[in-house]
């Protein structure tokens, strides 16, 4: 039955919020914003019809509080809730409470959520919708024995999942019965661990990650508004997303969309949502599962499709008719901005954003919810905005994407920038030698991260410059400059000295107060970089554990007084919803624990001790 959406709750925040606000009041529906006390200067509270604080200092008081949230809802007399991505956007419970409320939940039904949000019970759907999920077990895990069956029997490597993980946490990639044990022996369910959490699959390697941007009404309408490819990926999280997917036979095509469309059918799917899948080189194409939600990089769908999604959504959830998909206009590719060093594998970073420029011109689209002068906290997400590049196909697309990035220019915390130019510029991603496209899900960590293995091995995340170790933040320290506008012979030329020298020439520019752009954050920083990654590496002579980074401790996996063998994980760390793993760099005992789940911590604190004398009884 039709109900109008007239008043919009947005039980979100960031660049997602604002970008519901916009189509809101295009369509002229009143919202309602809520913030967390680090957001109240957002752009989009500022922008809201209303704007309601959520009191705390985590998610759990604020962004996922559902029965605030509810109450803002009743307060406002709000008739709908938009979740946006992340967050409640696919939680069971509060879509239920909101239909209660009688307000229309802008999205699937919470029974859709139940079937769909646990990856066990969607490779159940996957199966009765006949859609052919990547080989696996559609069973937590139960014992070491189904774990080494499993392995022999597919072989390695393989992946251990969380079953309710989601943006590329809770994924291990196990590569021999070594490391099958020492996933068995961290998360043993006997030992208060999270074994019966996971289930296993088989690793599908060099396969490109394919999805499909798909919508269904309440009227049984089905379509496709796009494909992407995300294959350009970190830590299983998604860097780089471009629509339509590229160099796709139509067969492929044809049969991600029926596969879709089975599986909206299947569980009676109203809304929008994504279906994902592993396309390997061979052409097989594996479910992975369904996104029941707007996801990011809905925003190269919207630049192919010519529809604004966000639109099309509020249109179903209030029991209209979806717009058919049009054929495909052009190419577009986003980019995801994020707080994070590619001279540190990618690490999360913090601080203050001191300067901004975003770039402009035909085909660019600027997604973002933060302004200059802004400071992005490790508490929350890292992504910072998205820059979206579209033209008429994707080799021009290619060329306006590396204009696009000489024009960006991000000061005060670590983007991955520099990273993106080198991507933009490899003929591996854009096919320009006139080879057969060849990136897969793991080509840029193969291609430009992870290039300290032994310092992975040593518990630590792996550097792609070598700042991750003292010698290599000397290196970075050295390289660091500064670049100044002069003029000579009346023609503006740019002169780049290194800052040693500057910082060091009395009555320099500084000196003299000249105005320029403060240094961003990620120069000074690296001082605490080496002094963390000097302690990461001294670790196997000293038993000191470091943080290698500003983040929470979620877990701790040992006790004081266990032994310890190499490679054993002893601490989890969250940094800006991003998991890490620090493990034992060498064998030994636990002689003391520093920190608890819920501690917050910074590059270079110690979390664990250990006696690395003690290795004769450590296994």
């Known amino acids: 039955m039709a109900q109008s959406v007239n008043k919009l709750l947005i039980a979100n925040r960031g660049e997602i919020a604002l ?27 500022d922008m809201a019809d209303e704007a309601y604080l959520l009191s705390g200092d985590t998610y759990k008081d604020t962004y996922l509080n559902e029965d605030l949230l509810i109450d803002i809802l009743h307060r406002t007399g709000a008739d709908a809730v938009h979740p946006g991505y992340g967050f409640l956007s696919e939680v069971p419970s509060f879509a239920q409470k909101v239909e209660d409320a009688g307000a229309i ?40 024995r189904t774990l080494l069956d499993f392995a022999h029997t597919h072989g390695y490597p393989i992946m251990m999942k969380r079953t309710d993980g989601g943006g590329g946490h809770g994924i291990t990639v196990v590569h021999d019965d ?43 309408n089905f379509t496709v508004y796009s494909t992407r490819d995300c294959s350009l990926q970190r830590r299983n999280q998604k860097l780089v997303e471009e629509a339509p997917a590229p160099f796709l036979p139509q067969e492929i095509t044809d049969t991600l969309v029926e596969y879709s469309r089975r599986l909206f059918t299947t569980v009676d799917y ?54 058919p998909a049009p054929e495909p206009r052009g190419h577009s590719f986003e980019l995801r901005i994020t707080s994070e060093d590619p001279a540190k594998n990618l690490t999360p970073g913090a601080g203050t954003l001191e300067r901004i420029q975003w770039p402009a011109g035909p085909g660019v689209r600027i997604d973002t919810g933060v302004e200059q002068g802004d400071t992005i906290s490790p508490k929350f997400d890292s992504m910072m905005g998205k820059v979206i590049v579209t033209a008429q196909d994707r080799a021009a697309a290619v060329s306006r994407v590396r204009r696009v990035l000489d024009e960006l220019v991000i000061e005060g915390v670590p983007t991955p920038i520099p990273l993106f130019k080198e991507i933009f510029r490899n003929d591996d991603f854009t096919a320009e030698g006139g080879h057969p496209f060849a990136v897969s899900t793991k080509w840029l960590e193969r291609t430009y991260l992870n290039r300290e293995p032994d310092s992975a091995r040593a518990g630590q995340p792996a550097s792609l410059a070598g700042a991750g170790t003292a010698q ?8 660091r400059t500064e670049t100044f506008v002069i003029e000579m012979n009346d023609r503006r030329v740019k002169l780049t000295v290194p800052l040693d020298i500057v910082e060091n020439i009395t009555g320099s520019a500084r000196a003299r107060g000249a105005k320029r752009p403060t240094q961003p954050l990620r120069g000074a920083g690296l001082h605490n970089v080496a002094a ?24 701790i996996n040992v006790s004081e007084g266990q032994q310890v063998a190499k490679g054993d994980l002893l601490v989890v760390l969250e940094s800006m919803k991003m998991e890490n ?39």
């Open 19 to 45: 970008r519901v606000v916009r189509t809101a009041k295009e369509m002229g529906i009143k919202t309602v914003s809520v913030y967390a006390e680090q957001d109240r200067d957002g752009r989009y509270v």
């Open 105 to 144: 939940w802008v999205g699937p039904h919470h029974t859709a959520l139940v079937d769909l949000g646990d990856k066990i019970t969607a490779r159940r759907v996957a199966l009765r919708a006949k859609v052919p999920p990547v080989p696996g077990l559609s069973e937590p895990v139960e014992d070491m």
């Open 178 to 220: 070594e490391e099958l044990r020492r996933f068995y022996t961290n998360h043993d369910a006997l030992q208060g661990g999270d074994l019966k959490e996971y289930f296993i699959e088989k690793f599908i390697d060099k396969a490109r990650h394919v999805e499909t941007q798909s919508g269904r009404d309440s009227h049984g």
């Open 270 to 323: 109203v809304g929008l949502g994504t279906c994902e899948f592993m396309v390997t080189p061979n052409g097989k194409v594996y479910f992975l599962e369904v996104n029941p939600r707007l996801q990011v990089e809905h925003t190269v769908s919207e630049e192919v499709s010519g529809l604004d999604l966000v639109r099309e959504q509020l249109v179903i959830a209030s029991g209209g008719t979806l717009t």
């Open 472 to 479: 290599g933040a000397a290196e970075a320290e050295k390289d």
């Open 532 to 555: 963390a990654g000097q302690s990461a590496n001294d670790g196997v002579q000293s038993g000191v554990i470091a943080s290698p980074m500003q983040a929470v401790v979620t877990r």
């Open 581 to 619: 793993y620090v493990y034992a760099p060498a064998a030994g005992e636990v002689t003391k624990i520093f920190v608890g789940p819920a501690d917050g911590v910074e590059a270079g604190d110690t979390l664990v001790t250990l006696d690395v004398t003690k290795k004769e009884a450590a296994k």
